[in-house]
Protein backbone atom coordinates (compact mmCIF):
# COMPACT_ATOMS: atom_id res chain seq x y z
CA UNK A 1 0.00 0.00 0.00
CA UNK A 2 1.39 3.59 -0.74
CA UNK A 3 2.31 5.74 2.39
CA UNK A 4 1.82 9.74 2.29
CA UNK A 5 3.39 11.43 5.05
CA UNK A 6 1.47 14.72 6.37
CA UNK A 7 3.80 17.11 8.15
CA UNK A 8 1.57 19.79 9.03
CA UNK A 9 1.37 21.57 12.89
CA UNK A 10 -2.69 22.47 12.31
CA UNK A 11 -4.40 19.46 13.82
CA UNK A 12 -8.07 20.06 11.45
CA UNK A 13 -5.70 20.21 8.50
CA UNK A 14 -3.75 16.98 9.64
CA UNK A 15 -7.09 15.19 10.16
CA UNK A 16 -9.18 16.27 7.47
CA UNK A 17 -6.42 15.66 4.24
CA UNK A 18 -5.47 12.16 6.68
CA UNK A 19 -8.91 11.23 6.55
CA UNK A 20 -9.33 12.16 2.93
CA UNK A 21 -6.78 10.26 1.75
CA UNK A 22 -7.51 7.27 3.82
CA UNK A 23 -11.01 6.79 2.08
CA UNK A 24 -9.31 6.60 -1.33
CA UNK A 25 -6.78 3.98 -0.14
CA UNK A 26 -3.71 5.29 1.00
CA UNK A 27 -1.91 4.53 4.22
CA UNK A 28 -1.00 7.96 6.02
CA UNK A 29 1.67 8.68 8.65
CA UNK A 30 1.43 12.22 10.27
CA UNK A 31 4.21 14.59 11.79
CA UNK A 32 3.60 18.39 13.85
CA UNK A 33 6.29 19.33 13.08
CA UNK A 34 9.77 18.85 10.94
CA UNK A 35 11.37 16.99 13.66
CA UNK A 36 8.86 14.12 13.75
CA UNK A 37 8.74 14.74 10.03
CA UNK A 38 12.41 13.26 9.51
CA UNK A 39 11.51 10.54 12.31
CA UNK A 40 9.22 9.15 10.20
CA UNK A 41 10.72 9.16 6.95
CA UNK A 42 13.43 7.62 8.59
CA UNK A 43 11.35 4.56 10.19
CA UNK A 44 8.42 4.46 7.87
CA UNK A 45 10.03 5.47 4.24
CA UNK A 46 7.05 7.62 2.87
CA UNK A 47 6.47 7.18 -1.16
CA UNK A 48 5.09 11.07 -0.82
CA UNK A 49 5.11 13.81 2.07
CA UNK A 50 2.51 16.40 1.77
CA UNK A 51 4.40 19.25 3.64
CA UNK A 52 3.15 22.63 5.21
CA UNK A 53 6.26 25.58 5.54
CA UNK A 54 5.10 27.17 8.51
CA UNK A 55 6.03 25.05 11.57
CA UNK A 56 6.82 25.66 14.80
CA UNK A 57 10.47 24.45 15.82
CA UNK A 58 11.80 22.95 12.66
CA UNK A 59 9.72 24.70 9.19
CA UNK A 60 9.43 22.89 6.70
CA UNK A 61 11.79 24.43 4.63
CA UNK A 62 14.73 23.51 6.38
CA UNK A 63 12.85 19.86 6.66
CA UNK A 64 12.65 19.75 2.99
CA UNK A 65 16.66 20.60 3.20
CA UNK A 66 17.59 17.99 5.13
CA UNK A 67 14.91 15.47 3.28
CA UNK A 68 16.63 16.42 0.25
CA UNK A 69 20.11 15.48 1.22
CA UNK A 70 19.50 12.35 1.07
CA UNK A 71 16.02 10.84 -0.44
CA UNK A 72 14.01 11.72 -3.02
CA UNK A 73 10.32 10.71 -2.69
CA UNK A 74 7.84 13.64 -4.11
CA UNK A 75 7.30 16.68 -1.73
CA UNK A 76 3.91 18.60 -2.35
CA UNK A 77 4.22 22.23 -0.20
CA UNK A 78 1.33 23.30 1.67
CA UNK A 79 1.45 27.10 1.63
CA UNK A 80 -0.46 30.49 3.27
CA UNK A 81 -1.96 32.24 0.38
CA UNK A 82 0.26 35.15 -0.03
CA UNK A 83 3.64 33.16 0.78
CA UNK A 84 5.30 33.33 -2.88
CA UNK A 85 8.36 33.59 -1.03
CA UNK A 86 7.93 30.16 0.60
CA UNK A 87 7.02 28.71 -3.18
CA UNK A 88 9.93 29.60 -4.96
CA UNK A 89 12.42 28.89 -2.11
CA UNK A 90 10.53 25.53 -1.62
CA UNK A 91 11.09 24.30 -5.31
CA UNK A 92 14.37 25.91 -5.27
CA UNK A 93 15.03 23.45 -2.32
CA UNK A 94 13.88 20.44 -4.52
CA UNK A 95 10.02 20.51 -3.65
CA UNK A 96 8.29 18.89 -6.68
CA UNK A 97 4.71 21.01 -6.56
CA UNK A 98 2.89 23.41 -4.37
CA UNK A 99 -1.19 23.91 -3.36
CA UNK A 100 -2.07 27.22 -1.65
CA UNK A 101 -4.33 27.30 2.01
CA UNK A 102 -7.07 26.42 1.46
CA UNK A 103 -7.16 23.62 -1.17
CA UNK A 104 -9.91 21.61 -3.00
CA UNK A 105 -9.36 17.99 -1.40
CA UNK A 106 -10.29 16.89 -4.79
CA UNK A 107 -7.59 18.61 -6.42
CA UNK A 108 -5.22 17.50 -3.47
CA UNK A 109 -5.52 14.02 -4.85
CA UNK A 110 -5.18 14.91 -8.34
CA UNK A 111 -1.63 16.38 -7.43
CA UNK A 112 -0.26 13.48 -5.05
CA UNK A 113 -1.79 10.87 -7.94
CA UNK A 114 0.09 12.39 -10.41
CA UNK A 115 3.22 12.89 -8.42
CA UNK A 116 3.00 9.44 -7.08
CA UNK A 117 2.47 8.14 -10.84
CA UNK A 118 5.81 9.74 -12.33
CA UNK A 119 8.16 8.57 -9.33
CA UNK A 120 7.06 5.52 -10.51
CA UNK A 121 8.00 5.97 -13.84
CA UNK A 122 11.27 7.25 -12.69
CA UNK A 123 14.52 4.57 -12.87
CA UNK A 124 15.05 3.74 -9.44
CA UNK A 125 18.59 3.20 -8.16
CA UNK A 126 20.60 4.42 -10.58
CA UNK A 127 24.43 3.99 -10.74
CA UNK A 128 26.44 6.55 -9.58
CA UNK A 129 29.59 7.60 -10.90
CA UNK A 130 32.15 10.56 -9.82
CA UNK A 131 35.39 10.35 -11.45
CA UNK A 132 37.10 7.41 -10.70
CA UNK A 133 33.99 6.29 -8.25
CA UNK A 134 31.18 3.69 -8.98
CA UNK A 135 28.65 2.57 -6.57
CA UNK A 136 25.58 0.29 -7.76
CA UNK A 137 22.72 0.80 -5.03
CA UNK A 138 20.71 -1.92 -6.11
CA UNK A 139 23.85 -4.43 -6.16
CA UNK A 140 24.89 -3.07 -3.16
CA UNK A 141 28.43 -2.99 -5.19
CA UNK A 142 31.26 -0.18 -5.12
CA UNK A 143 34.45 0.38 -6.94
CA UNK A 144 37.06 2.51 -7.36
CA UNK A 145 39.42 2.56 -10.27
CA UNK A 146 37.85 -0.50 -11.59
CA UNK A 147 38.31 -2.53 -8.60
CA UNK A 148 35.56 -4.33 -6.29
CA UNK A 149 36.21 -2.48 -2.46
CA UNK A 150 33.95 -3.89 0.43
CA UNK A 151 32.36 -1.41 2.32
CA UNK A 152 30.61 -1.93 5.73
CA UNK A 153 26.59 -0.71 5.70
CA UNK A 154 27.61 2.47 7.37
CA UNK A 155 30.17 3.29 4.76
CA UNK A 156 28.40 2.54 1.94
CA UNK A 157 25.46 4.46 2.85
CA UNK A 158 27.36 7.45 3.70
CA UNK A 159 29.16 7.08 0.40
CA UNK A 160 26.31 7.31 -1.55
CA UNK A 161 25.33 10.42 0.30
CA UNK A 162 28.15 11.80 -0.74
CA UNK A 163 28.28 10.89 -4.35
CA UNK A 164 24.31 11.90 -5.18
CA UNK A 165 25.49 15.32 -4.71
CA UNK A 166 29.23 15.85 -5.30
CA UNK A 167 30.63 19.50 -3.72
CA UNK A 168 27.59 19.90 -1.49
CA UNK A 169 28.96 20.11 1.97
CA UNK A 170 26.97 17.54 4.37
CA UNK A 171 26.94 18.58 8.27
CA UNK A 172 28.14 15.49 10.49
CA UNK A 173 24.28 15.45 11.74
CA UNK A 174 23.18 15.43 8.40
CA UNK A 175 24.94 11.92 7.86
CA UNK A 176 24.14 10.96 10.75
CA UNK A 177 20.23 10.65 10.19
CA UNK A 178 21.12 9.54 6.43
CA UNK A 179 23.18 6.47 7.92
CA UNK A 180 19.88 6.49 10.36
CA UNK A 181 22.20 5.82 13.26
CA UNK A 182 19.97 7.51 15.83
CA UNK A 183 21.09 5.01 18.55
CA UNK A 184 24.75 5.71 18.74
CA UNK A 185 24.07 9.34 19.41
CA UNK A 186 27.21 11.33 18.51
CA UNK A 187 27.96 13.25 15.60
CA UNK A 188 31.28 12.39 15.73
CA UNK A 189 31.10 8.50 14.87
CA UNK A 190 30.89 10.13 11.38
CA UNK A 191 34.21 10.83 11.78
CA UNK A 192 35.14 7.20 12.59
CA UNK A 193 33.13 6.20 9.17
CA UNK A 194 34.72 8.93 7.26
CA UNK A 195 38.57 7.70 8.69
CA UNK A 196 38.01 4.51 7.78
CA UNK A 197 36.52 5.31 4.31
CA UNK A 198 39.24 7.27 3.45
CA UNK A 199 41.95 4.19 3.87
CA UNK A 200 39.68 2.17 1.69
CA UNK A 201 39.29 4.82 -1.33
CA UNK A 202 42.11 7.30 -0.77
CA UNK A 203 45.65 6.67 -2.52
CA UNK A 204 47.06 8.28 0.31
CA UNK A 205 44.80 8.58 3.25
CA UNK A 206 46.70 11.04 5.10
CA UNK A 207 46.06 13.63 2.54
CA UNK A 208 42.80 12.84 0.91
CA UNK A 209 41.61 13.49 -2.20
CA UNK A 210 38.58 12.49 -3.14
CA UNK A 211 36.30 12.60 0.71
CA UNK A 212 37.73 16.42 1.70
CA UNK A 213 37.06 17.76 4.96
CA UNK A 214 35.30 21.06 5.66
CA UNK A 215 36.56 22.37 9.06
CA UNK A 216 34.18 23.43 11.28
CA UNK A 217 31.29 21.98 9.18
CA UNK A 218 31.76 18.58 7.76
CA UNK A 219 32.69 16.65 4.50
CA UNK A 220 31.90 16.82 0.83
CA UNK A 221 33.08 14.65 -1.97
CA UNK A 222 35.25 16.45 -4.55
CA UNK A 223 32.99 17.63 -7.54
CA UNK A 224 36.15 18.26 -9.78
CA UNK A 225 37.31 14.23 -9.72
CA UNK A 226 38.99 13.67 -13.11
Keep these: MTTVLIVEDNAGVRE ?3 EY ?11 SDGHEGLLEVRHHRPDL ?3 DVMMPGMDGL ?11 MPVILLTARDAELDKVLGLELGADDYVTKPFS ?3 LLARVRAHLRRNREKPQDAVLRAG ?4 DPAARAFQVRGQR ?9 LMA ?3 RVPGRVFTRLELLEHLQEDALGSERTIDVHVRNLRAKVEQVPGRPRLIETVFGVGYRLNADLP
Design 21 to 31: LEEHGYRVRVA
Design 105 to 107: MAE
Design 62 to 72: EFLRRLRATEG
Design 161 to 163: ALM
Design 49 to 51: VLL
Design 16 to 18: LVR
Design 149 to 157: VDLTRSEFG
Design 132 to 135: ELEL
